[in-house]
């Protein structure tokens, strides 16, 4: 079974400045993808970017971007310039080849706080 | 692009009774839906997949007689709990996606409270 950690239950980072999730994943497949999504407040899931394994460039959205280290399984985010817009539970996701990447495998969330 | 809705938001419901939860692809059609479960400051458990017309797969460890799913058109799921008991009481969310992506759209999540 494919598993994902996050090590981080909870981090803080003062508005305007950067902070880092991290993200492992064990697989032995070759053909996946990777995800990261945020959750406020309200519950609602919200992508914020994703990277495909066979891509070495790392994506980029706006503030968000990753460092996808595919050697060692790992995936981490890093959010620049914090707002407080970007307090929320963030989860990474893998989904592969094998489940006709349907089936995401969730990691437990790192709570992210901004503080003003 | 790529809304996905459900209803209701929140339900409270007596021991013993059924509830529905619907989920709907509002700006795109959904040949997959998935239906997951939240406890409070957990993860994601995904309990079901299921494709338009066809049976749903279910997880291992989820009654397939007590969550009912059906995805009667490419736009609409539908998770049905029957004889809902406390230990029922959860957040469930439930995701769409289409061929063209491996990307996973989620609906907002129903609060489910059974007393």
């Known amino acids: 079974a494919q598993t994902v950690t996050q090590s981080q239950p909870e981090m803080s980072v003062q508005e305007a400045e950067t902070v880092t999730l991290s993200c492992t994943y064990d697989?032995?497949?070759?053909?996946?993808?990777l995800f990261w999504y945020k959750q406020p407040p309200s519950r609602q899931m919200i992508l914020v970017i994703h990277q495909e394994a066979y891509k070495q460039q790392n994506a980029t959205e706006n503030r968000f971007s990753v460092n996808f280290q595919k050697a060692a399984k790992s995936f981490s985010l890093k959010i620049s310039d914090s707002q407080l817009g970007d307090t929320a539970m963030y989860f990474c996701a893998f989904t592969s080849r094998k489940y006709n990447f349907n089936k995401f495998y969730f990691g437990s969330g790192t709570k992210l706080n901004v503080k003003p | 692009g790529a809304v996905v809705s459900q209803h209701p938001s929140r339900v409270i419901c007596k021991s013993g009774t059924s509830v529905k939860i619907e989920c709907r692809s509002l700006?795109?059609?959904?040949?997959?839906m998935f239906w997951y479960r939240q406890f409070p400051k957990k993860s994601l458990m995904l309990m079901a997949t299921?494709?338009?017309?066809?049976?749903?797969?279910?997880e291992q460890g989820v009654e397939k007689d007590k969550f009912l799913i059906n995805h009667a058109s490419l736009t609409l799921s539908t998770l049905t709990v029957t004889s809902a008991h406390p230990e029922d009481s959860s957040f469930y969310i439930c995701?769409?996606?289409?061929?063209?992506?491996?990307?996973?759209?989620f609906g907002p999540g129903t609060r489910l409270t059974v007393l």
């Open positions: 299921s494709n338009e017309g066809s049976k749903a797969t279910y």
């Open positions: 995701s769409a996606s289409h061929g063209s992506t491996d990307t996973q759209y």
């Open positions: 700006d795109f059609q959904a040949t997959t």
């Open positions: 697989t032995s497949e070759s053909n996946y993808y």
